[in-house]
């Protein structure tokens, strides 16, 4: 596996992108030809909406830090579909789309860099390997979106937050952002209703419930879970379709955690 620190250090913008995937599938002019095109880097301190359902989208943009929702606003309220951790691109999707059909909202600080329509023209047209990789990368979205509409909605307000803590404990492994016993994020019991599609009383007790059994305590952003392998089997969480090294495709053990 690639060094994430070693890979950040070179590369401090784009060193997480496809970190556990395809990074290893990358030329290193193929890495420094992405840190290039991340331009405009910031830090978003407060709540901000990045783009807006149906905004016209000119370019595109790298999460470096920090945590994201895509949003779709309904009957006065938020829902919350999926999230994003540093290394994605976040709203790639509307390179093809031109606009989106939801929104792109943040959580907590969040540094982030935009990539030009004019770049992504130019790795479309020369550069196929990274155009792939970049196509690769809204494609796990579309895999992850898949993945909360069958298995969330059929599940439990309790697995459906432990399911949630497994996939954020996985991605955030994956870029080297947990710990061996947890992770921390700035989501917020809100947060939490607005993915789970349940009050805040129902995610109250759902919490409760988790911590009771010994499964995963959430306490002002920091999540700790002792025993991963003993929440995924609560949540019927399956990694694969996270496409990291446990994957399928890379014949992995049945029950085996990484």
């Known amino acids: 596996m690639i060094d994430v620190s070693a890979e950040m250090v070179r590369y401090p913008n784009t060193g997480r992108f496809l970190m556990s995937r395809l990074r ?3 030329s ?3 890495k420094a030809d992405l840190e290039g095109m991340v331009r405009d880097i910031r830090w978003i301190e407060r709540p901000t909406r990045l783009v807006a359902r149906g905004d016209i989208c000119d370019h595109s943009t790298m999460l470096i830090e ?3 929702l895509r949003t779709l606003d309904r009957d006065g309220g938020r829902n919350a579909v999926s999230f994003h951790v540093p290394g994605d691109f976040i709203d790639l999707h509307g390179f093809a789309l031109k606009r989106l059909d939801h929104n792109i909202d943040t959580v907590g600080p969040v540094k982030i860099g935009e990539v030009s329509r004019a770049a992504l023209n ?6 196929p390997n990274l155009a792939r990789l970049f196509w690769f990368s809204t494609l796990l979205d579309a ?3 898949r993945e909360w509409i069958m298995t969330l909605e059929q ?3 309790p697995r459906r937050i432990a399911h949630i803590f497994a996939e954020i404990y996985r991605r955030l492994w994956m870029v080297g952002l947990s710990a061996a016993d947890g992770f921390d994020t700035p ?3 809100s947060d939490l209703s607005e993915m789970c599609g349940a009050t805040p009383i129902h995610i109250n007790r759902a919490l409760r419930d988790l911590r009771e059994k010994g499964l995963a305590v959430f306490d002002r952003g920091r999540v700790v879970i002792h025993d991963p392998a003993r929440l995924e089997a609560f949540a019927s969480f399956s990694p ?7 994957s399928l495709a890379y014949g992995r053990q049945a029950g085996d955690f990484i």
């Open 28 to 30: 290193e002019e193929e």
């Open 155 to 157: 599940l439990t307000t």
């Open 24 to 26: 290893d599938a990358m």
């Open 143 to 145: 895999a992850m979106h």
């Open 66 to 68: 920090g945590f994201v």
């Open 240 to 246: 694969d379709y996270l496409y990291g090294p446990w």
């Open 187 to 189: 989501l917020t019991q």
């Open 122 to 127: 130019e790795v479309m047209r020369d550069k």
